[in-house]
């Protein structure tokens, strides 16, 4: 009896665990899949993507979310027309500043806008891994090019 | 009017049984990210030759005899500027989808198609001028160097990319009017969704490489 009682109140604490928001009682997580439910529609509101079960049901979208991304792409664009107009600058680090703030960008455009992010792992390796194969091409043919004009 | 949403072949989301590898993304999601991977490796092909090319040229314009003018910077900034607003209108077009409002969906479409033609119409000025000299009355004629074929090749491929999307969206947003998205069919938004904001990263690597470095 005792140890039921112990059981049962691990499970409460689990399931607040999961929830992270508005109490449960140890009566409410003996009805399994109504929780379950109730702790998804929790979580999209607390965390709107922050959790592992990507691509298991619809994404409500987050506005602010976008917004903030918008902002982020403004900011970054217009330090990259700073960054490219800056008298002086060296043009390694220029270059590397650049490309890195382009790939960043792309980056945001792909996992917020483009809801990579909510896909699966599977689905997330299936665009990424093809694209990263020309990058890698273009580092050995463009070093390459670089090198003959420099010997 | 209002009789037409009743005509949708479905009523309700479709479900699609979740899959153990892509989950609950459609086979149009799907196909659309298969497509925008071959799509990329066009614009990696172009952006490999441009960058071979580049980097195996003594000086960048290469012949400066044939007095090319540089490209302009801060007007291709603000054309950046707009393909990434019109992204936002395309991300809210797909918010508005997903909560059942047609009216909301169809505005923030019609923005987006806003947003891409006013795009060309800034290519077009860049090209041939509208308000002021074009690069082709500046000097920079196709076929002339490698610094005028790698920027038009690539530049106009993106720009077909802006014009097909304008398109696309445009069948998209009169069928969001004929209420074929209503109940919940909203997926066709987001793949819609997902070309456009694949132009517009394509054209925030492109304004890098081609325009800034």
């Known amino acids: 009896m005792a140890q039921e009682k112990k059981g049962e109140a691990a499970k409460a604490e689990k399931s607040h665990d999961d929830k992270e928001e508005a109490p449960v009682s140890a009566k409410e997580s003996h009805s399994e899949e109504s929780h379950a439910e109730k702790s998804h529609a929790a979580d999209d509101k607390a965390h709107p993507a922050g959790h592992d079960d990507h691509g298991d049901h619809e994404h409500k979208p987050n506005r602010k979310e976008y917004y903030v991304i918008f902002v982020a792409l403004l900011v970054l664009t217009i330090l990259e027309v700073g960054v490219a107009q800056v008298p002086g600058i060296s043009k390694p680090l220029m270059r590397l500043s650049l490309v890195g703030m382009a790939l960043a960008k792309a980056g945001l455009v792909a996992m917020f806008y483009m809801h990579l992010k909510h896909e699966t792992k599977i689905m997330r390796l299936t665009v990424a891994i093809p694209l990263a194969t020309p990058m890698l091409y273009a580092v050995i043919l463009i070093s390459e090019a670089a090198w003959r004009l420099i010997r | ?213």
Request: proline letters at 4%; aromatic letters at 16%; a negative charge.
């Open chain 2, 1 to 213: 009017m209002s009789a037409t949403a009743e005509h949708a072949d479905h009523h309700g989301p479709i479900a699609w049984p979740k899959d153990p590898q892509y989950g609950l993304a459609t086979p149009g999601k799907i196909a659309m990210w298969i497509f925008l991977c071959s799509d990329a490796f066009s614009f990696a092909g172009l952006l490999l030759a441009y960058g071979i090319l580049r980097g195996g040229a003594k000086v960048w314009p290469p012949d400066p005899s044939l007095g090319e003018p540089h490209l302009g910077i801060n007007f291709t900034a603000g054309l950046t500027f707009l393909l990434i607003c019109s992204s936002v209108t395309m991300v809210l077009a797909h918010a508005a989808a997903v909560e059942g409002n047609r009216k909301k969906t169809a505005t923030f479409l019609a923005l987006t198609i806003l947003g891409g033609i006013l795009f060309l119409f800034g290519q077009y000025q860049e090209y041939f001028g509208i308000w002021s000299h074009g690069l082709t009355h500046e000097g920079l004629v196709f076929g002339a160097s490698h610094y005028a074929n790698t920027f038009y090749v690539t530049t106009s491929f993106h720009g077909m990319h802006v014009f097909s999307g304008v398109l696309y969206l445009t069948v998209i947003l009169v069928r969001t009017l004929m209420g074929k998205y209503d109940h919940g069919k909203h997926d066709h938004i987001e793949i819609v969704g997902l070309f456009w904001h694949f132009v517009d990263l394509v054209w925030i690597l492109v304004f890098t490489f081609i325009y800034l470095l």
